[in-house]
């Protein structure tokens, strides 16, 4: 069998970032890419229904050969990387034995992963650690769960006593961007229950997510000669700074853990004569999560009736919390929480600071919990990930399918 580090640096290779002002679907034709490279893998590997779609989802099938009645089960990763930072001409560095001081990347002089800002780096003292060179983020959200997803597939189509129920593989474009299963086909895919191996460090699972929305905002300014500006000129960038600084600082991300949720900007582009500002809305709570939204409209109505109606927000629901839709299926968390024991792994069961391909999955009647891919400090250029973190993860997967299969 290949190695799950060989497969995990192959894929990584492959520039897919997912474009968020892209209007198709996949939103970047790299995606396909690495779509119709796991499709050519899947079906030397014998799963010859392979197959990818227009709009680049991946799926296959391996058929039952536990001769009973097993529910089909799905496991679940995706291709993009978030537009967050580059992911292409990945350089991965591989640190074997860590000995746990300060991983310089050496990309970028002084730039390093330093133990005083990422303790956790100790826990992998003495494994094997893959991270990035500093220019570009390493690709594990969610490259680690491709690979644990593949790696799987590969154990079960050459060990033919493996005893399994029908198994689905799913592989999905634009997670990054929350476009990730605008055109999922649940029927196709048919699957009774999922998982998604999109999870952080090794022992989280996950059946609970935020509420999201985004707010977009632009500011119509009026740009009049600064030296007759009096009483005239409207600056967007300083309503704009203004709108921003009337939403509460202690609820911001960097301020804010656990079920707390968040207001984010993201981005803020602008002139004197006009502005745009973007952000994300989370909240594990729904009546929190109104809320918030609501704010944000209040905030937007003040700046009008200040200014002259100069603000218009778009807001737009993006996913919502899963849990509503796992806790009746219960079992499959019981059964991820017990194959997680049988690997030796701690089971950490917390809610998701973020969201998955799986909750909005979970509303379209496939339950999906997430469990962890193993890599830490997604979405940024300080990203890492154990690889026996992705062998654990692994395992887990064969792990559920025999428990399903018993």
Not at 55 to 68: E, L, R
Not at 126 to 147: E, F, M, S
Not at 253 to 274: K, L, Q, R, W
Not at 361 to 366: H, N, V, Y
Request: glycine share 8%; charged share 20%; with cysteine.
């Amino acid at each position: 069998m290949e190695r799950i580090i060989d497969k995990f640096l192959r894929y990584v290779s492959v520039e897919t970032t997912s474009n968020e002002e892209s209007s198709t679907h996949p939103s970047s034709l790299k995606e396909l890419t690495l779509s119709n490279m796991l499709v050519e893998e899947l079906k030397a590997l014998g799963v010859s229904d392979a197959s990818v779609d227009e709009n680049g989802y991946v799926m296959a099938h391996i058929p039952s050969n536990a001769g009973k009645d097993t529910p089909a089960l799905g496991f679940i990763a995706h291709v993009d990387t978030a537009p967050d930072a580059s992911g292409a001409n990945i350089n991965p560095q591989i640190i074997a034995n860590y000995d746990g001081t300060d991983i310089p990347l050496k990309g970028v002089p002084g730039l390093s992963l330093k133990v005083s800002d990422f303790p956790e780096l100790l826990n992998y003292k003495g494994q094997t650690l893959i991270t990035t060179d500093g220019t570009t983020l390493l690709g594990a959200d969610d490259k680690a769960g491709v690979a644990e997803i593949m790696c799987a597939v590969e154990y079960i189509m050459t060990h033919p006593e493996f005893k399994h129920g029908k198994l689905c593989i799913g592989f999905t474009p634009d997670e990054e961007i929350g476009a990730g299963v605008d055109f999922f086909d649940v029927k196709k895919f048919g699957a009774e229950y999922a998982y998604t191996m999109d999870g952080g460090a090794i022992g989280e699972l996950e059946y609970e997510n935020f509420n999201a929305a985004s707010a977009k905002i632009h500011i119509q300014g009026r740009n009049i000669h600064p030296g007759y500006a009096k009483g005239k000129m409207i600056n967007a960038m300083l309503v704009g700074m203004e709108l921003n600084g009337m939403l509460p600082v202690e609820q911001r991300p960097e301020f804010t853990s656990d079920y707390e949720g968040f207001f984010h900007i993201t981005s803020f582009n602008g002139t004197v004569e006009e502005a745009s500002i973007s952000y994300i809305i989370r909240d594990h709570d729904m009546n929190l999560f109104e809320q918030k939204k609501a704010m944000m409209q209040k905030v937007v109505d003040f700046i009008n009736a200040k200014y002259g109606n100069i603000a218009e927000l778009t807001l737009k629901d993006q996913y919502y919390n899963m849990r509503s839709q796992v806790e009746p299926h219960y079992h499959i968390i019981e059964k991820a929480l017990k194959a997680m024991e049988m690997a030796g792994i701690k089971p950490k069961v917390q809610p998701i600071r973020g969201g998955t391909d799986g909750a909005r999955l979970s509303f379209m009647d496939l339950p999906c919990p997430n469990i962890f891919a193993g890599g830490h400090n997604f979405h940024g250029k300080l990203e890492f990930v154990p690889v026996e973190s992705m062998e654990k993860a692994t395992e887990v997967i064969r792990n559920i399918i025999s428990l399903f299969a018993c």
